[in-house]
C-alpha cells in the first residue's frame, strides 16, 4: 500500500521485457565478411502480472459500510460532524457496535469525535477482511454513531422509514433506505436533522438532535400530500438560504410507460396511485406522471418551520425540469444552479433564477458536449460543454400546465415525442426529423422543456449521452469566498461531479461522448472550474476527470472493480480544504467505501 498522497509507482505492463545492448568499439579497418547466423534464443518467460493493489495518488481509505449497503447522505455539518447513512445493508449482519446496535437495517448516523472542517492529513485505512469488521461501519477516524434506525419508534406514531399514503394514516410499506441527510440549527443550539428515504412513494423523516449529539428526539415522518407527494427522495443539498432540496429521481425515461402494464417498473406508478387513493384495477383516476420528477424544497420563503415537524411546507421546483434528478447545486451567486441526471443516455442541466434566492422563475439550460480531438481514454479526455437555451418559466404557468394531465388510466394523458419534435422544429425553425417540413406546434407555451426535459434537450441539440450521473456538489463556503473577492484559482474555485458508470451511451462510438468504456463500470468523478460568464453569473465550460475508478475484473465474483480504487462513485461533499469525499453506491465492491481525495491537480 502507498500511503503518500504525492508517492507514485510505475508499473510494467505484462510480459514486458527490458532489453539491454552493448556499444562495441574498435579501431579503422576494413569490415569483415558476415558470419553466419546463430541459433534462435530461446523464448523469455512471462513477466509477473501488475500491481493490483497500487492506490492512485491522493486517494484514501476513510470508512467501509456493513455489507450489503451503500454509504447515502454525506453531509457536513457546520460544526464539522459528518452525517453518513446506510443504506439496505445484508439483514443478516449480526456484529454488534460498541453501543450494542447491528447493521441489519437502514441506519442514519454521524461521525463524532473528528471535525472535519479541520480534519488535517489522516492514516488511511485498510480493507476490512473479517465478518465483524465487515458487518460494522469502520472508519479512519472518529467514532461512527446510530442515531435512528429503520423501524425505530417515532414521537408522531409512526415508525422510522414508515410510508404512508396521503390520507397521512395508511401504511404502504416501512423502508429501509435513507439516503440524504441535511442539518438545519434548531435555535436552542442543537439540529433538526432531514433524511430522505429513497422509496416509492418517496418521504422524508425529521429527528432532532442536542448539540453533542448524545441526545435524539426523533419527531416524525413528513407529510408530502399538499404537493401529491414525492417520488424516489435521493441525493440533495442545503440550499444557502437554509432549506433542503431534496432530489425526485424519476425512473420513467417514457412517459407512456407511466401507463403501460408491462414496464418493469409499473408497480411505481402503482404505488402513486395507492398513495393517492386510486383504484388499483385501473378502472378510475390515475397518478398524473407530470406531478413528479422536480426538486422539492423543504420550506417555503427560505425558511422551515422548527417548532413542529408537521407544519412543515413543501414547494416542487418546476422551473428546473422534470427528469431523474439526482442532485442540485446552487452556486454562490444565488441564481445558478447545477442539477445532474441520474440514468442511461441522460442529460447535464443548469438553471438560472431571475432573481436571487428565488427559484420560482428562470431559464433552463442543457449541456452540449464536445470532446478533446482523438482522445478515448477516460482518464484525459476533457469533455467542453456549451450550454443550449431550452425555455424560459415560471412555477405558475408549468404548475397550469401539468393539471392539463390530471385524468384516468384510461385517458393516458401525456407529451408525445411527435409533440416534442413539433415543439423543438417551431422553435429553432429547423427540421429536426429529416421529414422535409418545418412543423408547427399546438403549444402556446414551453412546456415541453420543463415536463419532458431530457427529449427537450436532446431535441434542441445538447447532449443526451451521459451515464449514471450522480451528486454534483462543490464547497459553499469556498466558493462563495471565491466569488465574492474575486480569487482567481484555488480549490475553491471547482464542482465536482460523480459519474457512476461511463459505460453504454458514453462508450457506444456513437454522438458527443465517445470514451473507452473496458473500466467503463467501475465510474469516474469530473472537476470543473467555475468561471464568471459574460451575464455575470457562475459557469462552467469543461468537465476534466480528476480520478478514474478501475481497472474492472469482470471473471471476478466479488470485488470486480479494484478495492484500492474508488467504484460507482455517487455521494460527494468538498471540505473546506477543497478535498473530497467521494461515497461509493456500488455492487463492485463488498463493503462500500468512502474515500478522502486529494485532487493531485490542484
Known sequence: MISSLKQKSIILPFGTVLLGSALLLGGCADDGSNGTDGAAGAAGTNGTNGITNYIPVGLKRLATAPVGAEFTG????????????????????????????????????VITGKNFNTLGDIAAME????????????????????????????????????ILAGDGTTLIKNSNDPDFNAAVPDGSGGYYLY??????????????????????????????SSVDGTWVNCFGTLSPWGTPLSAEELYFDNTA??????YSYFSNAEAIAEYKGYPLDRSGNWGNPYDYGYIVEVGINGTVDTADESNVEFNKLEAMGRFSHENAVVMPDRRTVFLSDDG???????????????????????????????VSDPAEATLGIQWVELAHGTEASIEAAIAEYDGTFADAKQITDQQINDWAEAKTDTDIDGDGNVATTTFTDDRPAFLESRKAAVALGATGEFRKMEGVNINFGLA????????????????????????????????????????????????????KNANGLVDVNAMVPAIVGGPYYGDRTVNQCNINNISNPDNLVILDDGRVLIGEDTGKHENNVVWLFEDPAL
Open 480 to 531: 462563495n469566498t471565491w466569488w465574492n473577492t474575486g480569487a482567481a484559482d484555488g480549490a475553491q474555485a471547482y464542482m465536482y461531479m460523480a459519474m457512476s458508470s461511463f459505460d453504454k451511451t458514453m462508450s457506444d462510438g456513437e454522438g458527443d461522448i465517445q470514451l473507452d468504456g473496458t473500466h467503463g463500470k467501475c465510474g469516474v468523478v469530473y472537476r470543473m472550474k467555475l468561471a
Open 344 to 374: 442511461t443516455g441522460v442529460v447535464f442541466f443548469k438553471f438560472v433564477a431571475d432573481v436571487a434566492d428565488d427559484m420560482s422563475a428562470g431559464t433552463l439550460y442543457a449541456a452540449k458536449i464536445a470532446q478533446a480531438n482523438g
Open 127 to 162: 480493507m476490512p477482511i473479517t465478518t465483524a469488521d465487515k458487518e460494522v461501519v469502520m472508519t479512519a477516524v472518529g467514532q461512527y454513531k446510530i442515531l435512528v434506525q429503520q423501524a425505530d419508534a417515532l414521537a408522531d406514531g409512526n415508525t422510522m422509514g414508515d
Open 257 to 262: 410507460d407511466w401507463f403501460d402494464p408491462d
Open 74 to 109: 454525506l453531509f457536513l455539518n457546520t460544526d464539522g460532524a459528518l452525517f453518513l447513512n446506510v443504506q439496505h445493508p445484508s439483514d443478516s449482519n449480526a456484529t454488534a457496535d460498541n453501543d450494542g446496535k447491528t447493521f441489519d437495517k437502514g441506519t442514519v448516523g
Open 195 to 224: 433524511s430522505n428515504w429513497e422509496d416509492r412513494p418517496g418521504s422524508m423523516s425529521r429527528i432532532n438532535i442536542s448539540s453533542d449529539y448524545s441526545t435524539v428526539t426523533a419527531e416524525g415522518m413528513l407529510d408530502f
